[in-house]
């Protein structure tokens, strides 16, 4: 049956008889001009190559691409019912553009087919060759139906381009395509083995390989991190947590020197002094330690077989979670001063690693802070790994990193950023940066003391289980979301009104060249091909950005008013960059600024630092918000 079979008009002088579409949606027959309209409106798609598919809860997407004159090719049993969630985004299209015909929703039922994407083809069934895909930040289950399309228009315009190669295709994972049947011609929204970076255990292993692709230490912006599945790294980190604890026996020796405990602060009344030569102990070994760094060796020396760890780990144990009491000669606190400060210029984590020695357990594999625990007790780690605490994780796949135990807080609360960036090619290697971010709150007041998630793990899908405090400071946003903007006016109240651009900014661009130039030979690189990706920061008291992951497929769910305006902002940006820019090079990015981009590999002409990356001020853009503020021209 042709085009026009399948849209048969309305006779004159016949009323228009209510059809019935799925989920007992129903529409009247559109009338003959629309019809032709509508005809019209396809060939013209067919003959741009402006066909495009969606999958999964995309409505600011699907509103963007047919403004362009792009009409929809659905997938099977997307019908014209829109999920909840289409419902929820439907207001953000609807600000961007005026001329918004409607938008429609994607189904949760195709979510694990593969698209078989070319001309005349048939749907296949559920399968796919791609390797395992690194955890999506996926929306959350469709519960309700909204019609997004009352008068059908659209859901007649894709049976016209049923049997047409969609050109564009954006879907929640790339597994969701079989890329052995894409052309050339056909544009992506994801690049294959990303996992190399964007899960936890990917991230760990390749930022070790830094240094040989940059002048760049990941120590500086990347929490230590190890693999416990890997028996040698498990090893370093039983090490690298005896050696922190001397470091921190060190440290609160000399705080409690200086300014003896509050009885609030401790776990309990401070019991009798422990032996002086437990300062000694920990002396000689950070001495030891010192003395490797000073070698500049490639893997760090063991601790000295002398020391019995298990006796040092208790007694450490007993001062620091305890509240033990250490007396110190006027000579050791002399060398514990000059021997942390030796440290400090050997250790760039020294500073926000704190005294308490915790440590941060997370599944290697999941996204949305799923089965992650913190502790300050090496059994624990090592038994919590062991038990595999978290559902359907296998033994192995556990990462412990370093937590940060001095991070920035707003009024006493602990809070990270998701920063956007976007991908276009990877060889040359081109990085895109988003100049708008938000923040996301814990709900209870940070504590060392308490390690519970609802005061240390800031994911939304964590903190929606929590229960907001009493007395917590009301400055705080109701919704635990704020934007950068508020986050620098709050700088600028506290007299730091510069750091945002001279320090948070330049130091997150470096963060994210460092990640992916680590991991640049990993990524299956397809021409055509793009991905917009979201890292997470925390920021230490010198206001140090701390990588601590990154994410395909970031939501787009929007759980706040500042996410919904800023959402709806990155997928409009991210199609400037994508579409309008194959035709015009000069037309505004809004938002995105392109930072990074190297020449040909083969060339191996050099990165190109397109912002004086990575110390200089980030120029401040008034209008970025409004989507007007021009990106760089280079192309692509």
């Known amino acids: 049956m042709g085009p026009a079979a399948s849209a048969r008009a309305v006779l004159p002088g016949q009323a228009a008889p209510a059809t019935t579409g799925r989920r007992g949606c129903h529409h009247p027959w559109l009338d003959p001009d629309q019809l032709k309209r509508a005809r019209l409106h396809v060939e013209r798609a067919i003959k741009e190559k402006k066909i495009f598919t969606v999958q999964g809860p995309y409505p600011v997407i699907r509103s963007l691409l047919r403004a362009r004159g792009w009409v929809e090719r659905k997938l099977p049993g997307a019908g014209r019912a829109g999920s909840w969630l289409e419902q929820r985004h439907g207001s953000q299209g609807k600000q ?83 890329c052995r049947l894409l052309r050339q011609d056909q544009v992506v929204n994801h690049y294959a083995q990303v996992g190399a970076f964007t899960t936890k255990e990917g991230l760990c292993l390749n930022l070790r390989n830094l240094p040989w692709f940059d002048q760049a230490d990941p120590d500086t912006f990347f ?23 001397a470091r921190s026996l060190l ?77 110190l000669s006027g000579a050791q606190r002399e060398q514990c001063q000059a021997l942390l400060q030796r440290l400090a210029g050997r250790l760039p984590q020294l500073g926000m690693e704190g005294d308490c020695n915790i440590w941060i357990l997370k599944p290697g594999a999941k996204s949305r802070g799923r089965g992650i625990v913190c502790t300050a007790r090496l059994e624990e780690v090592l038994q919590l790994a062991g038990c595999c605490v978290a559902p359907l994780v296998r033994v192995g796949e556990w990462v412990v990193q370093k937590y940060v135990e001095r991070p920035l807080l707003i009024f006493g609360t602990k809070f990270d950023i998701r920063q956007w960036f976007l991908v276009t090619d990877w060889n040359p290697l081109t990085i895109w940066f988003y100049r708008e971010s938000y923040l996301r709150f814990c709900s209870r007041l940070f504590s060392l003391r308490r390690l519970d998630p609802a005061r240390h793990l800031c994911n939304v899908s964590i903190q929606k289980q929590c229960r907001q405090a009493r007395g917590r400071p009301p400055q705080l946003p109701p919704d635990q979301i704020w934007s950068c903007r508020q986050l620098q006016a709050y700088l600028a109240q506290v007299g730091q009104a510069g750091t945002w651009h001279q320090v948070m900014v330049p130091g997150m661009k470096a963060a994210v060249v460092g990640a992916l130039r680590s991991a640049q030979d990993l990524v299956g690189s397809r021409k055509g091909s793009f991905e917009l990706y979201g890292a997470d920061f925390v920021f230490g008291e010198d206001c140090q950005p701390w990588l601590l992951e990154i994410n395909a497929s970031p939501t787009m769910a929007p759980s706040s008013a500042v996410t919904s305006r800023l959402c709806a902002s990155v997928q409009r940006d991210t199609l400037r960059v994508v579409i309008d820019r194959r035709d015009d090079p000069d037309c505004p990015t809004g938002a995105f600024e392109l930072i990074y981009k190297e020449g040909a590999v083969s060339a191996w002409a050099g990165p190109q630092h397109l912002d004086p990356w990575p110390g200089a001020a980030e120029p401040h853009c008034e209008e970025a918000a409004h989507g007007t503020c021009q990106g760089d021209a280079e192309e692509l």
């Not at 009344?269 to 000689?284: D, F, I, R, S, Y």
């Open 251 to 327: 440290k609160v020796a000399l705080e409690r020197t200086e300014q003896p405990p509050k009885s609030s602060e401790g776990p309990g009344a401070p019991g009798p002094p422990l032996t002086p030569q437990l300062v000694e102990e920990a002396l000689q070994i950070c001495g030891q330690h010192l003395s490797s760094l000073g070698h500049q060796d490639i893997d760090k020396d063991p601790p000295s077989p002398r020391t019995d760890w298990d006796r040092f780990l208790r007694d450490y144990y007993c001062v620091v979670h305890e509240g033990a009491r250490l007396v």
């Open 223 to 245: 929490p230590r991190c190890y693999r416990l599945g890997a028996a040698d790294e498990r090893q370093a980190f039983i090490e690298d947590f005896c050696l922190t604890a």
């Open 96 to 178: 961007l553009q005026e001329e918004e015909e409607g938008s429609d929703g994607g189904s949760a039922e195709q979510e694990e087919a593969v698209l078989d994407l070319q001309l005349g083809s048939t749907w296949p069934s559920l399968g796919t060759t791609e390797p395992p895909r690194p955890p999506e930040e996926e929306e959350e289950e469709e519960k309700e139906w909204w019609d997004e399309d009352p008068d059908g228009i659209h859901d007649l315009m894709s049976r016209l381009v049923r049997d047409q190669v969609p050109y564009f295709i954006w879907t929640n994972r790339l597994s969701a395509v079989d």
